[in-house]
């Protein structure tokens, strides 16, 4: 999967608890996203970074914070999960520009009960 | 309505048929446009990519895009069991915010 690691990969946690997910890649790639995946409405982007301490939002923002304190770690994190926050989190890394291949992770099924 | 819209299926077809599938957007900024396939509990892998109109072709895999009618698809020539999958369609205009389909689940019989 093109070097890239998620961390974990399933997690249970009550509402109401903070959560951080963590995306770890050895490609060197510039470029990190977040997706969620829920049926019925496909991939949406959270956040992406393009570079260390460089973020921005994307579609599905709201709930959700990231940090990128070196290039190759992209942490997500839930501060106060709901469950409407339960789905499955994609990290994806590309190395920029128009036109690049972006490449997902594994994934990491998050239940919020 | 969606920004992209794309029918979930299922679709299932015999071995060796040939697999048609389409995604429609209403955004006109779309200007990259890509096709992954995702097995079952994995993650998305880039099948085709294409830029501006035009078709693409790989393989058994044709990548086709009119944005006239803001219409994409995926043509899968002589479909085997392993191409068994969900296929998204994606879409960006500057390519660090893609915008996807909800996938349609295909199903190849042997």
């Known amino acids: 999967d093109a070097g890239i690691t998620q961390s974990p990969r399933h997690k249970v946690t009550e509402t109401g608890t903070p959560v951080t997910l963590r995306c770890h890649q050895t490609e060197n790639h510039r470029y990190m996203y977040w997706y969620r995946q829920d049926p019925g409405h496909g991939l949406r982007l959270i956040h992406y970074?393009?570079?260390?301490?460089?973020?921005d939002k994307g579609e599905v923002s709201d709930g959700y914070s990231v940090s990128r304190s070196k290039t190759e770690d992209f942490l997500l994190t839930l501060e106060s999960a709901t469950s409407s926050q339960t789905s499955v989190y994609f990290c994806?890394?590309?190395?920029?520009?128009?036109?690049?291949?972006?490449?997902f992770g594994q994934g990491t099924r998050l239940t919020v009960v | 309505q969606k920004e992209v819209e794309q029918d979930p299926g299922p679709l299932s077809v015999p071995e060796g048929a040939i697999v048609s599938l389409n995604c429609t957007y209403s955004n006109s900024a779309f200007q990259y446009f890509m096709w992954y396939r995702q097995y079952s509990r994995k993650g998305p892998e880039l099948l085709m990519y294409t830029y501006s109109s035009g078709n693409k072709e790989d393989g058994r895999f044709t990548a086709q895009v009119d944005k006239s009618s803001k219409y994409i698809s995926l043509f899968i020539r002589d479909s085997q069991p392993s191409d068994s999958a969900t296929y998204l369609c994606a879409m960006s205009a500057n390519n660090n915010d893609m915008r996807f389909g909800a996938g349609t689940r295909l199903t190849v019989k042997p």
């Open positions: 994806a890394i590309s190395d920029g520009g128009k036109g690049t291949e972006a490449f």
């Open positions: 970074s393009y570079g260390v301490k460089d973020t």
